[in-house]
T-cell receptor, first 113, second 112 residues
């Protein structure tokens, strides 16, 4: 049981490049979400999904795209990277929101130069 | 808009001391509260989950309480150890987007 797996762990991008941050969970969790963590800002919700085929925006969705074609995977796409997207990105999942807690991945540290 | 505040921002204690970390939130319409631990450069490790109908949860040397009506939670750590040194994050779950609203954390240092 691997839990929530995020790849890559580190990434450096040039401004304007695109990339996909991968997130996979093997716990059959319906709910998955992406957060970014910035110094002094705490963790903020980017996008979330309550099940395969269903996604919605969180509080800071601009510049990011998501899809959920399977229960296990929830990739986060940066469309055109900007220095403001330099951050640590965490994927989280839950079996049943409101009943069970969240399990977080180990994070992806992204630097945009 | 839910706001979560953690006090103190940093705490340094000698090994063996009992300590309390505080978390307050502005909107009592939550469905649960979760305490996490984060080591430098690492992910978040869940410590305790308290449902909105519960008053406290215990795991080993950790005890978390919840007073939803006053918007407060405390994390009590007994007999602290150097290995407890980390940032402790409080997060409340609520709202139609099921999001967790996090505090900025308490950086705990336990000195040998």
């Amino acid at each position: 049981n691997a839990g929530v797996t995020q790849t890559p762990k580190f990434q450096v991008l040039k401004t304007g490049q695109s990339m996909t941050l991968q997130c996979a969970q093997d716990m059959n969790h319906e709910y998955m979400s992406w957060y970014r963590q910035d110094p002094g800002m705490g963790l903020r919700l980017i996008h979330y999904s309550v099940g395969a085929g269903i996604t919605d925006q969180g509080e800071v969705p601009n510049g990011y795209n998501v899809s959920r074609s399977t229960t296990e995977d929830f990739p986060l796409r940066l469309l055109s990277a900007a220095p403001s997207q330099t951050s640590v990105y965490f994927c989280a999942s839950s079996y049943a929101v409101g009943v069970y807690g969240y399990t977080f991945g180990s994070g992806t540290r992204l630097t945009v130069v | 808009k839910q706001e979560v505040t953690q006090i103190p921002a940093a705490l340094s204690v000698p090994e063996g001391e009992n300590l309390v970390l505080n978390c307050s939130f502005t909107d009592s319409a939550i469905y649960n509260l979760q305490w996490f631990r984060q080591d430098p450069g690492k992910g978040l490790t869940s410590l305790l989950l308290i449902q909105s109908s519960q008053r406290e949860q215990t795991s080993g040397r950790l005890n978390a309480s919840l007073d939803k009506s006053s918007g407060r939670s405390t994390l009590y750590i007994a007999a602290s150890q150097p290995g407890d040194s980390a940032t402790y994050l409080c997060a409340v779950g609520g709202g139609s987007n099921y999001k967790l609203t996090f505090g900025k954390g308490t950086l705990l240092t336990v000195n040998p």
